[in-house]
C-alpha cells in the first residue's frame, strides 16, 4: 500500500472511478456562427446562399481572411463582399464568439474567462474556463476541449465536475477569438506589434484525446498560416494517457505532446490518475517512444505534479528517469496548487529542488512552473465551472461586472 493509500478516506477513492452518464449533445442556435468553420465548410454556406460555384472558392477565402486574419465580429465589417450577400449571410449565420459569463484578473496579470455554451434542448447553458497567462516572452492561452472531464484525476479540481459534452471546433477556435478580441490581439496586425498571445496549451477542462475530431479540426484552424497563424511547434496538447490516440495526434494534429505523468509505479498512478488503469504505465511510454516526429528538436513534456509526501522523494525521482530513458524529453515540474476540499499539499520548496536536481543531472530539462493566477483559481488543476464553485450572489456579481465593462 502506497503512503497515498493509506492516507485517503475510502469513500474518496471509490469516486475516482469513471462516472457513467449519458453526455449532453450539442445544440446549434437558431443562427450559427461560421467561427470555426474551414473554407470548404465556409464555401458549402456561401453555396446555400446562391453563390454560383465559380466563385465560391474566391468568396470563401474572403470570409476567411475577414475573420480569422482581421477578427470580424459582424459580416457588416466584410466590406469585400457585397451588400446583398452579407445580408443574405446575416440572415443565417452569425460570427458570433462564446459568451463571457464572468473574467478574473490576476494579481500576476493572469485572465481567466468563464464563458457560457449552449445546453441541450433549452436546457441550462454550459460553462467553460480558458486561461491567458501572459509572460516576458510569450502569452500563453490555456483551452478546454470538453465541459467537465470524466478522468477523475484525484488532484485535480477540474476531475470534481462530471464530464457534460465535448466542445465542437467552433467552441474551440472560438475561446482563441474571444481571447484575441479581449486582449486587442488582432488590432497589432495593422500596427505591426507583437501579438499577445503566442503560444497554446489544450490544457484547460477536459481529456483533448477523448475529443479527438473537434481538438483535431479545431487546431487545424488556429494554426493555418493564413488565419490566426500560430504555429504548431507553438502548440502543445496535453493528455492524461489516451494510448490509442498518441499515435494518431502526432500523424493528424502534429502539435508538441504533453503526457500528464505524476507518478513513477503503475499503483500510485493507478490512484492519481484513473485512466492509467485502461492504459498502465508500459503502454503509455511505448506510444511516447513511437510519437510521431518525437526527436531532441521535437521533445515531449511531461508534468509532474509535486505532492507533499507522495511522490517527491529523492527515490520517486531516480525512477522517473530510469523510465524515461531513451525518449526525448523535457520534465515540467508543477508545485500542486490547492483547491478548496482538497486532500494534498504542496511539496516543500527544498524537496522540489532536490528532485529537479537529480532529473536535471540525469541530462533532462526540469523546469519548475511558476504557479500563476492562484488567487482566481486559473492555476493548473484549479479549472472548473465556476457555477459549481460560486454562490448565486457572487456568480450575479462576475456577471455584473462582465456586461458593464
Not at 484578473?105 to 497567462?133: A, N, Q
Not at 494534429?253 to 498502465?280: C, F, Q, W
Not at 507522495?310 to 515540474?333: H, Q, T
Request: proline fraction near 5%; charge should be positive.
Amino acid at each position: 500500500m502506497t503512503a497515498l493509500a493509506a492516507t485517503r478516506p475510502k469513500t474518496v477513492a471509490a469516486a475516482s472511478f469513471i462516472e457513467k452518464r449519458p453526455l449532453e449533445r450539442y445544440i446549434a442556435p437558431a443562427k450559427p456562427s461560421l467561427v470555426g468553420f474551414s473554407r470548404a465548410a465556409l464555401a458549402q454556406v456561401l453555396a446555400a446562399v446562391g453563390v454560383p460555384e465559380r466563385q465560391q472558392r474566391m468568396r470563401a477565402q474572403q470570409i476567411w481572411q475577414g475573420l480569422y486574419v482581421r477578427g470580424a465580429q459582424s459580416f457588416a465589417e466584410l466590406t469585400t463582399l457585397s451588400k446583398d450577400l452579407r445580408a443574405a449571410l446575416a440572415e443565417r449565420w452569425t460570427l458570433a464568439r462564446p459568451e463571457i459569463a464572468a473574467e478574473q484578473i490576476s494579481v500576476d496579470g493572469t485572465r481567466k474567462w468563464l464563458l457560457r455554451l449552449p445546453g441541450e434542448f433549452g436546457g441550462p447553458p454550459h460553462e467553460v474556463e480558458c486561461v491567458y497567462i501572459p509572460d516576458t516572452d510569450r502569452g500563453t492561452l490555456c483551452l478546454s476541449s470538453q465541459v467537465g472531464c470524466t478522468l477523475n484525476c484525484s488532484f485535480c479540481h477540474t476531475g470534481t465536475q462530471r464530464l457534460v459534452r465535448n466542445l465542437t471546433a467552433g467552441e474551440i477556435v472560438g475561446q482563441v477569438m474571444l481571447a484575441r478580441d479581449r486582449l486587442g490581439d488582432f488590432s497589432v496586425v495593422a500596427f505591426g506589434d507583437k501579438r499577445l498571445i503566442s503560444n497554446i496549451v489544450m490544457m484547460g477542462m477536459g481529456e483533448p484525446l477523448y475529443n479527438f475530431e473537434a481538438v483535431r479540426d479545431g487546431l487545424d484552424i488556429v494554426a493555418d498560416g493564413d488565419g490566426l497563424s500560430i504555429s504548431k511547434r507553438r502548440i502543445t496538447l496535453s493528455t492524461s494517457g489516451v494510448v490509442p490516440n498518441i499515435g494518431r495526434a502526432g500523424a493528424e494534429i502534429g502539435a508538441m505532446l504533453a503526457v500528464s505523468l505524476h507518478a513513477v509505479t503503475d499503483e500510485l498512478r493507478d490512484e492519481l490518475v484513473p485512466l492509467n488503469r485502461k492504459y498502465p504505465l508500459r503502454d503509455l511510454l511505448d506510444a511516447c517512444r513511437n510519437y510521431p516526429g518525437l526527436s531532441n528538436a521535437r521533445r515531449i513534456t511531461f508534468e509532474y505534479v509535486m505532492l507533499r509526501g507522495v511522490n517527491d522523494s529523492p527515490a520517486d525521482a531516480r525512477a522517473l528517469v530510469r523510465l524515461l530513458k531513451g525518449i526525448p524529453a523535457k520534465i515540467n515540474l508543477i508545485p500542486f496548487n490547492p483547491w478548496p476540499g482538497s486532500q494534498y499539499e504542496c511539496s516543500d520548496w527544498k524537496q522540489i529542488e532536490k528532485f529537479s536536481e537529480i532529473v536535471f543531472n540525469a541530462g533532462y530539462a526540469s523546469p519548475v512552473r511558476t504557479p500563476r493566477g492562484r488567487d482566481i483559481l486559473a492555476a493548473c488543476g484549479q479549472l472548473k465551472s465556476a457555477t459549481e464553485k460560486l454562490s448565486a450572489r457572487e456568480r450575479l456579481a462576475l456577471r455584473a461586472m462582465a456586461l458593464t465593462d
